[in-house]
């Protein structure tokens, strides 16, 4: 039977595990220019010497208005390039492999003087009314992905993830609480993610698989479900994307009636199902921390990757104690090796 430690590959991704760190927001961008700091260096190369097989760099964005405060990583420009590849490099010395996670906030950009949306409905009351996009600026956008994409590849990693999750800017398009656009944008809501999707696999080399972050299921009055979100990830497959990451939330304030579960595993269900439905692979994520656990979810075919975020924060040699709870074997740094 295949477990957490089984390796695993897709296309010229070669994973010594199944163990990812999905993308995190760090917030510790220090002269909001998006440039990683030796505190990315320190945070995502501590995962790898800990064992982790794939370690996804959190959302980076395409543009400065693009990102959820100005504190987050950016890939808009040439200059952001350097400090990623040294990340890059470092991960793959310790056996990591490693992605980056694309993407803009939309009307959830909390620091920018004016955000843009699809359309103009802000998040909360508490939020900023956002700017709708021109159908001109839309396009625009797309092409920003693409440029971003290109570097992520001049930096040298393994993958790219593009965030269509969590209430951002392409969950903003493919849900009708956010969309209600009258241009094509507006008439086919999975549009734009297409074009993304489109523009950055042109970018990337033909064995680069790529994924994408959905939001399976909207907490929200009126929002869609699994019925939807299997039926426009049906789409984003068709567009390009390999291996979907799922997830659910974050396009609104929560209402009583759609709060989402508090209990462990809670979005497996939703991981099984979009993976069963497209014959896809998926990463499960959302409370997995305990190794029994997340060593079930690949033991009963639930989906092919685990993501690990909390545990992570908390321990970064999560996937080496992992292998001790589990009694699998794994390279221990020779540095760490009396601790085991």
Not at 81 to 96: N, Q, T
């Amino acid at each position: 039977m295949k477990d957490l430690f089984t390796p695993y590959s897709f296309k010229a991704l070669k994973l010594k595990n199944r163990i990812v760190m999905p993308p995190m927001c760090q917030y510790s961008v220090e002269q909001k220019d998006g440039i990683a700091t030796d505190w990315h260096y320190l945070h995502y190369v501590s995962r790898a010497i800990g064992g982790t097989g794939l370690i996804i760099i959190e959302m980076t964005d395409v543009e400065p208005d693009g990102r959820i405060t100005d504190y987050d990583l950016g890939l808009w420009s040439d200059e952001q390039i350097p400090a990623l590849k040294r990340i890059v490099d470092a991960c793959h010395s310790y056996g990591a492999k490693v992605g980056i996670q694309i993407a803009h906030a939309g009307r959830k950009a909390e620091d920018a003087k004016v955000p843009v949306a699809p359309s103009a409905i802000a998040f909360d009351e508490k939020s900023t009314q956002p700017r709708e996009l021109t159908t001109s600026e839309v396009k625009g956008m797309v092409e920003k992905f693409r440029a971003a994409a290109a570097r992520a590849v001049r930096a040298g990693f393994d993958t790219i993830q593009i965030h269509g999750a969590h209430g951002y800017l392409i969950h903003q398009f493919h849900s009708p609480l956010t969309n209600r656009r009258e241009d094509e944008y507006g008439q086919d809501l999975t549009r734009f993610g297409r074009e993304v999707i489109q523009a950055v696999k042109a970018e990337m080399p033909e064995d680069m698989p790529l994924s994408m972050r959905i939001s399976a299921q909207e907490y929200v009055d009126g929002g869609y479900g699994l019925e939807e979100s299997t039926a426009f990830a049906q789409e984003y497959q068709q567009a390009g994307v390999d291996i979907f990451d799922v997830s659910a939330g974050g396009e609104g304030p929560i209402s009583a009636s759609g709060r989402p579960g508090t209990h462990a595993a809670y979005q497996v269900p939703l991981a099984r199902a979009i993976s069963r439905a497209l014959n896809v692979p998926t990463i499960a994520v959302g409370r997995l921390d305990d190794p029994i656990l997340a060593n079930a979810v690949i033991g009963n075919e639930d989906a092919e990757l685990v993501a690990v975020g909390r545990g992570m924060l908390r321990n970064p040699h999560w996937a080496l104690e992992a292998a001790v709870a589990l009694g699998k074997e794994t390279e221990v740094p020779k540095q760490y090796l009396r601790g085991f």
